[in-house]
């Protein structure tokens, strides 16, 4: 095993990394603190993803931008999809089985319709930063990892801020631990859940952006998120940001050094072993709630 | 029990002479696919319907059937460079195995899986064991791909013989071990249903907490929930190359197979054994058409949406409706 090799694979595993972070913070919203399981999430992302392409290829105005603007409509989207879900299982209380078909049938009449529209071809952005890298000595920075990590943990630190310090914020932890308690302070449960889920949404316009930044992306290219960003989820420990930062980190480390030493085809199995390792020996994460 | 198996092999059969009559062979390979989701869903509601707990992995517990027969197929194709002489002769007494026995296997593969599968995730909460048995999929995809032995990601060739002794084509064959996989599905729903272990899977359903409080064994009971199901699934994978002629990971994992064994049992209604039949039925009818005539993807879109459509408007399916309807004109 050369070192060089090593230290590469370990700084390109933490600018994947920081991408995961990405990918992973809305559903840590979601499912971590509001108990929704949005498996439609990585959907959502793709959706980002395409959005960012038609923009970028008919304006050229960069990726992260347009997913900056676009970061309303997601939030709209988000409120409206948890109104129908609020309505349709929450308020029935069978939000356990019909819900979670629910979100699969979201997550599949999404695909089908990009399917429909952009046909299986890959599609990828431009931007000046995708092709340069930078060099340190042996180790490689590739611009078009760089640029995704550092805006997604800038979006990151802003979630944080939102979530710790805005009274809104810590409603949304509020309402993860006691749904009755934060409606004694005349709080209204369902829209400060309407709200957190409107963000997580949000979260997946940037997502998308970074993803089609650093690979072509084709509709279903988003199942293969599906087991990472629970995984991370469940490792960083349910509903805990820095939690979920650091487990993203540590699957991206892992991912590129199994793909360096071993080939890429084994890469998505990584995921699925930290599942279930969690799953099985540390349930609640490395810094669950 | 014994009457409802005797009308089942029946209507089985006569089904089967019904295909047969007007002498089209696309006829079997449409009615096959059906079928097939006959018992794919009815083993997705085992668990699904019965205990509550989702199961994403449906592709992945039908691929693993697939598979095994690849794997056993290129085994006896290979035999004579794989193992020593000395054995070659006795093995070649037992291969290349016949599809029933096959069939057996790939159950016994996908049950083992899904017992494990169980026992890692069912002591948490249902929804974790939804995602895992989604990123399973993704897993075995993964394994199935970087094994070269079966063929890879590029696929393996599985040769289908032409004619079936005393039945006529191939396709036939397959079809009738179908349907009898179909029956043997169907019976063991129902079986379960009006046992203890069925009144066990709906308290389990209902409460799992109140369940296991009243001295439900509920993890014994959820294991072996997974553990038919998953049979269930590989077996109904088996012969699937042999339907198919040229397996590729692709198509042994696609989606379609995890959706549609969700949404034909959710729209038919996942209470009992009808649903999934009803829902089956008239969705893979739907699809079988859709797909001649539409589109693939459109076909795809259109179960989605129904699937949508359901859990919102008819949480119980069509047989919920139903029996709503007929509650409702008795009170009258």
């Not at chain 1, 309505?87 to 979100?103: D, I, P, V």
């Not at chain 2, 509550?52 to 691929?63: K, R």
């Not at chain 2, 879109?301 to 047989?319: D, E, K, Q, S, Y």
Request: hydrophobic share 55%; charged share 10%.
């Amino acid at each position: 095993m050369s070192f060089d090799l090593l230290i590469g694979a370990i700084v390109a595993g933490l600018l994947l990394g920081g991408f995961y972070a990405a990918v992973t913070a809305g559903i840590s919203i979601a499912f971590g603190m509001l108990d929704i399981v949005n498996i439609a999430h990585p959907a959502f992302i793709v959706l980002g993803s395409y959005i960012a392409y038609i923009i970028n290829v008919g304006f050229g105005v960069d990726p992260i931008i347009i997913s900056v603007v676009m970061l309303p409509v997601f939030y709209l989207l988000g409120t409206a999809i948890y109104q129908v879900y609020y309505l349709s299982f929450e308020k029935r209380g069978q939000e356990s089985l019909r819900g979670l078909a629910f979100f699969f049938g979201v997550l599949f009449v999404t695909e089908v319709m990009l399917l429909l529209a952009f046909g299986v071809d890959y599609r990828y952005v431009e931007a000046p930063y995708i092709g340069p890298s930078l060099h340190f000595g042996p180790i490689d920075l590739p611009l078009r990892m760089l640029v995704p990590c550092l805006a997604s943990l800038t979006m990151f630190a802003v979630l944080q801020i939102l979530i710790s310090r805005t009274f809104t914020g810590r409603a949304v932890l509020a309402v993860s631990q006691d749904q009755l308690a934060l409606q004694l302070m005349a709080v209204d449960p369902i829209r400060i859940k309407r709200i957190a889920f409107g963000l997580s949404i949000a979260t997946a316009s940037v997502a998308g952006a970074l993803l089609v930044i650093i690979q072509p992306v084709e509709p279903s290219v988003g199942r293969e998120y599906i087991g990472r960003v629970f995984a991370i989820c469940v490792l960083g420990g349910l509903g805990s940001m820095p939690g979920t930062l650091i487990a993203a980190m540590l699957l991206g480390v892992v991912e590129s050094i199994t793909a360096t030493f071993y080939g890429p085809s084994w890469a998505p199995a990584i995921a699925f072993g930290f599942l279930l390792l969690t799953l099985a020996f540390r349930p609640s994460g490395l810094l669950g709630r | 029990m014994l009457p409802f198996t005797l009308i089942s092999v029946t209507v089985a059969i006569g089904l089967f002479l019904l295909i047969r009559m007007p002498n089209i062979e696309y006829l079997f390979v449409a009615a096959y696919t059906i079928v097939q989701y006959v018992v794919l869903t009815t083993a997705w509601n085992i668990l699904g319907g019965y205990t509550g707990y989702v199961n994403f992995g449906s592709a992945a517990f039908f691929a693993l059937g697939a598979y095994s027969s690849v794997a056993l197929a290129t085994f006896a194709n290979q035999l004579d460079e794989l193992v020593p002489e000395s054995i070659a002769p006795m093995l070649h007494l037992i291969f290349p195995l016949s599809i029933p026995v096959l069939i057996v296997i790939g159950g016994v593969v996908s049950g083992i899986v899904g017992l494990g599968m169980g026992y890692l995730t069912l002591r948490l909460r249902g929804a974790f064991f939804a995602i895992a048995t989604l990123a399973m999929a993704v897993v075995l995809q993964t394994l199935v791909v970087n094994w070269e032995f079966v063929g890879g990601s590029s696929g393996a060739y599985i040769v289908r013989p032409g004619e079936f002794p005393g039945l006529g084509s191939y396709m036939q064959y397959l079809f009738a071990l179908m349907l009898a996989l179909a029956v043997l599905a169907l019976v063991t729903a129902r079986a379960i249903e009006r046992s203890r272990l069925g009144y066990g899977f709906a308290a389990i359903r209902d409460d799992e907490l109140a369940a296991e409080a009243s001295g439900v064994p509920t993890l014994r009971l959820k294991l072996i929930a997974t553990t038919l199901s998953g049979t269930l699934m590989g077996m109904a994978g088996a012969p699937f190359p042999y339907y198919i002629g040229y397996l590729q990971p692709q198509s042994a994992f696609s989606l379609e197979y995890a959706v549609n064994s969700i949404a034909m049992p959710m729209i038919g209604g996942t209470m009992s054994w009808v649903g999934p039949l009803v829902g089956t039925l008239l969705l893979g009818t739907l699809q079988q058409t859709a797909n001649v005539t539409i589109s693939s993807a459109v076909n795809l879109l259109l179960v989605g949406l129904l699937l949508i459509g359901f859990v919102i408007v008819a949480p119980n399916g069509i047989v919920g409706l139903v029996q709503d309807r007929l509650r409702a004109r008795r009170a009258k």
